[in-house]
């Protein structure tokens, strides 16, 4: 199976970036965790770009705060699809981050999630490797119906509550 890389700004993007790894424990997806940043370490960032398909990654996921260019900088290196995730800083409450990584110009896609989305971008990175690993896709299947069950299982509580 192809692993995914999951790329941050900074070790302080930790704590929000560590959220993806759970997901990628549960469906047993390898990933590779690497500290680039767009502006410190920019010919680190794009070397590890430019030969992820060698080394064997499906998808790469970057994570960066303030003017988060790195996701944008990662995808301008390679043709992996590539997941932004917009991590919320000590100012402007993550919107930031959140446009610096979304509004890319037409031509270089990142595929962003939610602002500190880790878990989502992580699940992301699996439906991505699902398309081609019919076992993971099962997997996938198998979780959605679980949250259904779980959801409806709390609609009949609240029902058997409240509408008498
Ligand atoms: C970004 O700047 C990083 O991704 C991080 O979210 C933010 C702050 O970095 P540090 O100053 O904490 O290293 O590049």
């Known amino acids: 199976m192809k692993k995914v890389a999951v790329i941050m700004g900074s070790d302080s993007d930790?704590?929000?970036v560590e959220k993806a790894f759970a997901v990628f424990e549960e469906y047993?997806?390898?990933f590779e965790v690497h500290v680039y940043s767009a502006h410190r370490t920019p010919v680190e960032a794009r070397v590890f770009a430019?030969?992820?398909a060698e080394n064997g990654f499906?998808?790469?996921i970057a994570a960066a705060g303030k003017a988060a260019h790195l996701a944008g900088s990662?995808?301008?290196n390679t043709v992996l699809p590539v997941i932004g995730i917009p991590?919320?800083?000590s100012t402007l409450d993550g919107l930031d981050a959140l446009l610096s990584t979304v509004q890319m110009p037409s031509g270089i896609p990142v595929a962003t999630v939610a602002i500190d989305?880790?878990?989502n971008a992580a699940l992301l990175a699996v439906q991505i490797l699902a398309v081609s690993d019919e076992g993971l896709h099962e997997k996938l299947m198998s979780a959605r119906r679980a949250a259904t069950e779980k959801v409806l299982k709390k609609d009949a509580e609240i029902a058997a509550k409240f509408n008498k």
């Open 58 to 60: 499906g998808v790469i």
């Open 50 to 52: 430019g030969s992820a």
């Open 74 to 76: 990662l995808a301008a």
């Open 14 to 16: 930790l704590p929000v």
């Open 117 to 119: 989305g880790a878990q």
């Open 28 to 30: 047993g997806v390898p």
């Open 87 to 89: 991590v919320k800083s």
